[in-house]
């Protein structure tokens, strides 16, 4: 941190010509005193990072490389980064398809949580030892340290479990607001998802729980299908359905006692889209946060006149970006306290930094379905 020595010089020279002189100066040829402000700058450790310096496959074109100490300037903090999701999003920001990427050389990672290492002079509510993580998320915590401005931190509960304040802010944030930004839901009510096994769909099931909403859930067909039904149902899904099972004339009619859902979460497309938009009732709708097959979304004539569905979209970081961080971080605290009282879970895997290249593997796909990827550094 930077410190400031006040060095009070007298200008002796100048006295001693003064007092060899005949006559003394008058007090208007006094020179005032001479404040000599001496800096020395506190810089941060050097940093290990997961550097890209083109755009690209993360598998070819990331590396891990030692960062040279910077600057902790009078506002900044010093964090230790204790760890950081791998999410679809970072993968797209190095593949230089996502709407908002860094220029590069980047490092990778969008959100994650640390310690505070050291904080500048100018800075009051946060010393070493505290928890906190970037909010609003921002670019480059793939790194052992990050040095950013105490407004770019908010300071958060250090008995929350370490992976689920690395992962909060994207996808349970994500989940809460379009549960709470589209439709005025009410208990008893029923919403309807796919990708269901998402950490969003995974909260969206606990959240809509906790309110007293139903939800109805579709997923893939594919190996481990059973025991994935099996996972949420014991996070509170009402009904979890299969694309394979929907194969029917009529979707509604394996509803039973659920009331027709008025809000859908598509994450995935094509077909899986037409599926939430054949549960929802008349004037319902449909919010597309995410591609996950690539395919486009096809809707009937039908549905737009006779059923009047509404199509919408929801993107986080813009709505993180409309002057509501406030609003923001009072809403990440409510969900680490639910997950801090074990009400809010979702499937995670902690990796160690120097195994990264599982990890990465792993959040490709390569090595079949797995958990979430949480960097641990």
Known sequence: MATVRLIHL??????RRWASSPSPPSALCRLPNIVVRAYSTTMSPPSKAVVYDEQGPPDAVCKVRELPPVPIKDNDVCVRMLAAPINPSDINRIEGVYP????????????????????????????????????PPSSGTWQTYVVKEQSLWHRIDKSTPMEYAATITVNPLTAL???????????????VQNGATSIVGQCIVQLARLRGIRSINIIRDRAGSDEAKQKLKELGADEVFTLSQLDVKNVKSLLADIPEPALG??????????????????????????????????????SFIFKELSLRGFWMQKWL?????????????????????????????????????????????????????????
């Open 177 to 191: 607001r379009m549960l709470e930004d589209f439709v005025d839901l009410k208990a008893g009510d029923a919403v």
């Open 10 to 15: 007298k200008a002796a020279l100048h006295r």
């Open 100 to 135: 908002v990427r860094p220029p590069v050389p980047a490092v990778g990672g969008y959100e994650g949580v640390g310690e505070v290492h050291a904080v500048g002079p100018a800075v009051k509510g946060l010393g070493p030892g505290d928890w906190v993580i970037p909010s």
């Open 321 to 377: 970006s409309s002057e509501k961080l406030k609003e923001c971080r009072d809403m990440i605290d409510y969900l680490l306290s639910l997950t801090r009282s074990g009400e809010l879970k979702y499937d995670m895997e902690l990796c160690p930094f120097d195994q990264l290249p599982t990890a990465l593997d792993k959040a490709l796909g390569k090595l079949g379905s797995q958990p979430k990827q949480v960097i641990k550094f």
């Open 265 to 302: 979460f598509n994450c995935v497309g094509g077909n899986a889209a037409s599926l939430v938009l054949k549960f929802l009732k008349h004037g319902g709708t449909m919010v597309t946060y995410g591609g996950m097959s690539k395919k486009p979304i096809t809707v009937s004539t039908s």
